[in-house]
């Protein structure tokens, strides 16, 4: 059987990480009423996005697990105060499913193991964090996992729509560099991108040996999903 090409419309509305809420992206959820929307928020263990809230129609969420999350965000917000930001998102969601629209949500980051790896040392050391290459290595796997976790959504979840509306809820940073992966360039293409200028410091042949010795986990998901 011939596969299905699917050309998805992105909607891109980042939130300003400031120290107040901003809901720019949640009257634009409103107003696009898109299929898909992508949560820069931690994927399973596994790396699987998928969430429990799809497997139920829009009339039959279970909206308990909303307010659970929304409780979580409320509590995050009193360190970042743009987490209301994302409170006032998932009302909106969740108006747009008491209207009958379906709409299919994950969280494509890489699992929490990744994602905190090195939280606090980057947390203040930035920006100068970005001359590091394990740095790189670092945001390089979360991206990796979210090109792979926007596709896969995307492939499972398009409702026989050759053009699905999907909202990016993610960093526009994160969203510039997972675009390039999503073109599928090659494994060259790919290092020199984010590696490029660290050659004296590391190759394709030696990273992994190295980050062995430096973080078992940024190893373990360098073998995982990195294909380098």
């Known amino acids: 059987m011939k596969r299905r090409i699917i050309h998805p419309i992105y909607r891109e509305y980042f939130v300003r ?109 930035y920006p100068c964090a970005t001359k590091n290459w394990v740095w790189w290595v670092h945001i390089f796997l979360r991206e990796r996992y979210m090109a792979n976790n926007t596709e896969w959504a995307i492939r499972r979840y398009w409702r026989s729509k050759k053009r699905p509306v999907v909202f990016i809820q993610f960093g526009g940073f994160h969203w510039r560099h997972v675009k390039f992966l999503l073109t599928h360039p090659t494994k060259k293409e790919i290092w ?7 050659e004296r410091e590391v190759t394709p042949d030696t990273i992994s040996s190295k980050l062995r010795r430096i973080s078992p986990v940024l190893w373990k998901h360098w073998r995982r999903v990195a294909d380098l």
Request: net charge positive; hydrophobic share 35%.
């Open 17 to 125: 990480e400031h120290r107040r809420a901003d809901y720019r992206h949640a009257r634009a959820i409103l107003r696009h009423r898109p299929d898909i929307l992508l949560n820069e928020m931690s994927s399973a263990p596994d790396g699987n996005p998928d969430l429990p809230i799809n497997r139920f129609s829009p009339e039959k969420k279970p909206l308990q697990w909303v307010r659970l999350e929304q409780r979580a965000l409320a509590r995050a917000s009193k360190d970042f105060p743009y987490a209301k930001s994302d409170i006032k998102l998932w009302d909106n969601v969740m108006q747009l499913w008491r209207e009958g629209h379906e709409l299919f949500v994950f969280n494509i980051d890489g699992p929490k193991e990744l994602r905190h790896e090195f939280f606090d040392v980057w947390n203040h050391c």
């Open 192 to 198: 020199k991108y984010y590696f490029g200028k660290f």
